[in-house]
């Protein structure tokens, strides 16, 4: 058996299939062209299109080494031997080409010839229903019968879908332990065999009633687990001590003060978490992905936090990602050379996000201590729903870390109750948002496997003929729909841009003998233009010629705003910073927003210079070249790419000499003198790191002045004067009201300490103690304190005083004020309020002796008071 390093088993590989014929095309990126997948999660999803018809194969077979990302078992990271969030997998595929009899025939070479493992320690999986693949393990490459072990759909059988593309595999595994002999052969026994490489036979159709025909062209799709491949050759206890990740790992520990060898099992596990999570963190920001809390950002996000989390496990509580970066960037950069193109971007964004979360760690796992500890006393075995939500909405704790440090006591959470403010959360913020139904999603796929992808003819064409191949009511296809039925209208060719790369899809009609459709949006969805609209008038039917013609006076709206979306970000290269990088934007008829990463506001005087420049670009009338061309060209010549975007072998580039040049498929004006002025809207920061930026161009400058001069106008008016006085006339005002403010606020807290005042004589009497609740009505929290505080001095150093108020509908506010003598005793001000202010329906700490706290569910005050109180007497009198 040989001993190889990672790089040699990965390359030893992809020249072993190029020997036999296979293209070797490099790894696509781990952020997915198909939209139904967050990540790339297996070595066949940049292939999909070509399974499933939709596009044409690049070679009729191919070998590559493709980078992957799982979370799905993200909590088994660094406790098996063998799950990771970032992994490689080799695979060989075959588009009609040869099938079985080769990719068993070549697995069984490349991994006992050329990798030298022993045919006595391999073990063969089948589908229990593949006689096939049995008869030519069996018969032509002669493994034993007692070592093909047949096994049933759930574990050998792939499918793309429910319906589409399938058919059984057929996988070879590593026997650990040969010695135990061969009388039971238990494949899920993990501490004995790990399967390595996996052959899927891609020969059948499922229809949506479950029936399995024949492919015209059957595929083959393999996958050979080269973490897995590297345990085996390199004889490592598990994957994480091979070459592929343990230098990592020997980096975090050196910077931890700690010898891996000599470390027990839980401090292991902290450095495998970080090995394992760092190279998948350097891929993503590689890969155009920015921490956010949503989607592949909240992933991203996710992992940093968890390497943060374990760091501090170890003992690293000062920043220590980035260093730990440059030994996963050091170590696969030859591999992926985007890693070390993408440096710099990779070390700012985790830097910021690891300071951004050390900032709320600390507070939130000091919150988090004190509610367990609050959880052990009551002796509850859970966290509660609210609590853990708290921490994820103020502190960044994602539920997972909450979990995870819950469980590390004996605690669950209440995850019910979580998702049910977290629903809350999300129903608030879908106040007045409107999204177009995209539930056609299942019926286009289905559709795409029998159709063409769509003709776009837009570029040049703002009106065509066309064949209306389906149409669909309620994302069902339908033959016909009447006046006033919402469609989907799928064409075999379109003048109406799909939405992409951040440009809004078309508006406009599409005309028949017999009917009228207007269009409101069109979105690409599997290769297909999907037009939704209306029926505006008569019957329209599938099948039947069409007449599509666009809305152009809202075409050349967009066109100028996507064109000046190019030359804002040319002119904040030239201006601010020339490593700017988009990091997302969006193109309508009424406005641009562009997004790009800067770790800084952009001041007054620079965003004057950019609209400035912008203006000279537009005044001067350059004209645009558009070309198709293959990428590498383009990318010689200098055209910008954007992070994350994805590019075929062929890439259509848009050029304004001497301005700007960028891969874009989107429209655009002719010349920048079509765009006729440009104006910036508003700069803001939406993430760490991240910067946006709202215009407008063209028309729309019109529409958003003639907004401005109502708005002028109208305040000229209210305060009779001239619009050059409004600001002096505004600051007046904000003086006048900051002085009623302070005014009432002290009226407010004289209020409360009169009301106060007055309840001493209600105090009651427990030993040296003096205890006094009370509900102090329409008193805000900050009075409340106040009062608090002259209550607890006036009954002295055994006083214990707890004041509740609702200072306006739906907000609770508490107090608990203790004197030295009640601390003394044991009770602490921040841990009893918060306790209480949960019966409420939500919390609160502070010090021993002073402490607030907060809620939303005022009806429940009374009770809280009352338990305040019984509590209070309880271990006063103890």
């Not at 077979?61 to 909590?75: L, M, P, V």
């Not at 959470?413 to 959360?425: K, R, S, T, Y």
């Amino acid at each position: 058996m040989l001993s190889l390093s990672g790089d040699r088993i990965r390359q030893t590989f992809l020249t072993f299939y190029a020997d036999k014929g296979h293209r070797i095309l490099p790894s696509a990126s781990l952020v997915p062209e198909d939209p139904t997948v967050l990540l790339t999660i297996a070595g066949m999803l940049p292939f999909k299109p070509i399974f499933l018809g939709q596009r044409p194969a690049p070679s009729p077979r191919a070998t590559t080494s493709q980078k992957c990302i799982r979370t799905n078992d993200i909590e088994n990271v660094g406790r098996t031997q063998r799950h990771h969030t970032f992994f490689e997998m080799l695979g060989n595929f075959s588009f009609g080409d040869y099938f079985k009899k080769e990719a068993i025939t070549w697995a069984w070479e490349l991994s006992t010839v050329v990798f030298q493992l022993p045919a006595d320690r391999l073990v063969i999986s089948v589908f229990r229903d593949d006689d096939e693949a049995f008869a030519l393990w069996r018969d032509h490459i002669g493994v034993p019968e007692h070592r093909i072990i047949a096994m049933g759909e759930a574990d050998n059988f792939w499918a793309s879908g429910p319906t589409g593309p399938c058919g059984p595999c057929s996988e070879i595994y590593y026997d650990f332990h040969p010695e135990l002999g061969d009388a039971v052969l238990d494949l899920e026994d993990d501490r004995r065999f790990i399967e390595f490489y996996n052959l899927v036979f891609m020969q059948y159709n499922r229809d949506a009633e479950g029936h399995l025909t024949p492919l015209a062209a059957q595929n083959i799709d393999t996958g050979l687990g080269l973490e897995r491949m590297a345990q085996i050759l390199q004889a490592k206890p598990n994957n994480y001590e091979t070459d592929l990740i343990f230098p990592i790992i020997e980096t975090a520990a050196t910077l931890a003060g700690l010898d891996y060898g000599s470390a027990d099992a839980k401090t292991k596990i902290s450095l495998k978490v970080i090995g394992d999570h760092v190279r998948a963190v350097v891929h993503l920001i590689a890969d155009g992905v920015m921490a956010s809390n949503l989607g592949r950002g909240y992933v991203l996000r996710r992992l940093i936090r968890r390497v943060v989390r374990h760091g501090r496990l170890l003992g690293l509580d000062r920043p220590f990602t980035v260093a730990v970066a440059e030994a996963a960037i050091a170590l696969m950069a030859e591999t992926y050379p985007n890693l070390r193109e993408r440096d710099a971007a990779i070390k700012s964004e985790l830097e910021r996000e690891e300071v951004r979360f050390l900032e709320t760690l600390e507070r939130g796992e000091k919150l988090l201590g004190d509610l367990i500890q609050q959880a052990q006393a009551s002796g509850s075995s859970q966290l509660g729903g609210v609590d853990a939500f708290t921490l994820y909405d103020t502190f960044g704790f994602p539920l997972e870390l909450t979990q995870e440090i819950a469980e590390e006591v004996g605690l669950t959470v209440d995850v019910a109750g979580f998702e049910a403010e977290m629903e809350q959360q999300k129903e608030r913020g879908r106040a007045a948002h409107e999204t177009i139904d995209l539930t056609v999603q299942g019926s286009l796929d289905q559709l795409a496997e029998q159709v063409q992808p769509t003709v776009f003819v837009g570029y040049g064409d703002s009106e065509s003929s066309a064949s209306l191949v389906a149409l669909l009511v309620a994302g069902k296809p339908v033959t016909s729909a009447q006046a006033g039925d919402a469609v989907q209208v799928v064409l075999d060719q379109t003048p109406f841009y799909g939405e992409s790369g951040g440009q809004v899809g078309d508006r406009g009609w599409l005309h028949t003998d017999s009917g009228l459709i207007s269009v409101e949006d069109v979105q690409k969805e599997s290769g297909l233009f999907v037009h939704f609209g209306r029926v505006e008038s008569g019957t329209v039917t599938a099948q039947q010629p069409v007449t599509a013609r666009l809305d152009r006076p809202n075409r050349r709206r967009i066109q100028a705003h996507h064109s000046a979306t190019h030359l804002l970000q040319a002119a904040l290269k030239a201006i601010v910073d020339d490593s700017i990088a988009q990091a997302g934007s969006l193109v309508d008829g009424d406005r641009l927003r562009f997004d790009f990463h800067c770790p800084r506001a952009i001041s007054p005087q620079e965003l004057t210079q950019v609209e400035d420049r912008i203006n000279g670009w537009i005044a001067e009338a350059h004209g645009a070249t558009v070309a198709v061309m293959p990428i590498a060209e383009a990318k010689a010549r200098g055209a910008v790419a954007m992070f994350g975007e994805k590019y075929g072998a062929e890439v259509r580039v848009v050029d304004f000499p001497g301005v700007s040049m960028e891969l874009c498929g989107g429209t655009h004006v002719a010349n920048t003198a079509e765009i006729g002025v440009f104006k910036i809207v508003a700069e803001t920061g939406i993430a760490a790191g991240i910067r946006r930026i709202e215009a407008v161009a063209g028309p729309g400058v019109l529409d958003y002045l003639k907004v401005r001069e109502t708005v002028v106008k109208d305040l000229g008016d209210r305060f009779k004067a001239k619009p050059e006085e409004i600001p002096d006339r505004v600051t007046a005002i904000q003086e006048e009201l900051k002085t009623a403010q302070k005014q009432l606020a002290l009226l407010k807290e004289e209020l409360a300490i009169a009301k106060s005042d007055s309840l001493v004589a209600q105090a009651e009497t427990i030993g040296p103690f003096q205890l006094l609740v009370a509900h102090l009505e329409g008193v805000d929290a900050k009075s409340l304190q106040t009062a608090g505080e002259r209550l607890q001095h006036k009954l002295g150093d055994g006083g214990a005083v707890i004041l509740g108020s609702v200072p306006e509908p739906g907000k609770v506010s508490l107090v608990a004020a203790f004197g030295s003598g009640v601390v003394a005793q044991g009770l602490q001000a921040g841990k009893f309020i918060g306790a209480i202010a949960r019966i409420c329906g939500g919390g609160g700490g502070g010090r021993p002796n002073l402490a607030q706290a907060g809620g939303r569910d005022e009806a429940q005050l009374p009770e809280a008071l009352a338990t305040a109180q019984s509590q209070l007497q309880e271990q006063l009198q103890e």
